[in-house]
């Protein structure tokens, strides 16, 4: 069977996240979340978590000569070897470029990016209701997806937070953020007839179930 290289499109709080958890228990390919590598590196204090921390904070992208090597080395790991679902990366269109350049180097290319496509009320509302636990990276909403008991993950009990850049302000920016510059990478792949477009606002099982029959299409398109 050929590689499942997917891409997970869309702005912060479309539910790529959650989707991508779907993706990994469907498929077996490993998760590869941009942000919650680099927030494991801010807490890990590490070189990469110093100097992402800024631009986190003030919700700016952590600049492309920063996190552009930490995910094509994680692209190009051995459990990565049969297919991965990046989360979050490429955020810009050079970072698609990068991306682009060590596919093809390694003779690898992109299934299909899938674009889930939400308007900005839509995500706000999700983003302000987020949970996660950092232990499990389990993602809830306190109204449309809450744990069974509040504040605690229903995988081993641990403390649900909120993000720091989960605050109001802090999303209008990243928000603004997105559409000037990742939304300019949707013409991008349009263009490499790689983008499939998933109606954000449906529920998340509807959401996931558009998205594997997409996946299936973008499977028979491959083998022909
Ligand atoms: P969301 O899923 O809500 O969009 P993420 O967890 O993907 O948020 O990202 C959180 C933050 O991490 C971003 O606001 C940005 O500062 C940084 N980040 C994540 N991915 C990238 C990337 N590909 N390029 C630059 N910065 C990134
Ligand atoms: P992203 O990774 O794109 O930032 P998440 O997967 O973290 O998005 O989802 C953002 C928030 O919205 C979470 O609280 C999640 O539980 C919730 N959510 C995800 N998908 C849906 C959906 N289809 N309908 C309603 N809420 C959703």
């Not at 539910?15 to 590869?32: C, Y």
């Not at 939400?118 to 809830?140: F, L």
């Amino acid at each position: 069977m050929a590689e499942l290289n997917l891409i997970l499109l869309g702005p912060p709080g479309a539910g790529k996240g959650t989707q991508a958890t779907n993706l990994t228990a469907d498929f077996g390919l490993p998760h590869i979340a941009t942000g919650d590598i680099l927030r494991a590196a801010v807490a890990g204090e590490t070189d990469l978590g110093k100097e992402a921390k800024r631009f986190m904070d003030a919700g700016d992208l952590v600049p492309d000569s920063v996190i552009t090597g930490v995910i094509l080395e994680r692209v190009a790991e051995d459990d990565a070897r049969d297919g991965f679902v990046l989360d979050g990366f490429p955020r810009t269109v050079d970072q698609a470029d990068s991306l682009g350049k060590e596919l093809e180097a390694r003779e690898r290319r992109l299934t299909g990016v899938l674009l889930i496509d939400t308007p900005d009320d839509v995500v706000i509302k999700r983003i302000s209701g987020r949970r996660v636990s950092r232990k499990t990276g389990r993602i809830y909403h306190v109204d449309f997806d809450p744990p069974t008991h509040e504040g605690r993950c229903d995988v081993d009990g641990s403390e649900l937070i909120q993000r720091d850049d989960d605050r109001e302000e802090t999303v209008r920016k990243r928000l603004v953020v997105y559409h000037e510059q990742t939304e300019p990478l949707i013409a991008y792949y349009e263009d490499l007839g790689l983008l499939r477009r998933i109606d954000g606002t449906r529920s998340p099982s509807e959401v996931h179930a558009h998205i594997r029959a997409t996946i299936a299409t973008l499977r028979l398109e491959d083998e022909l």
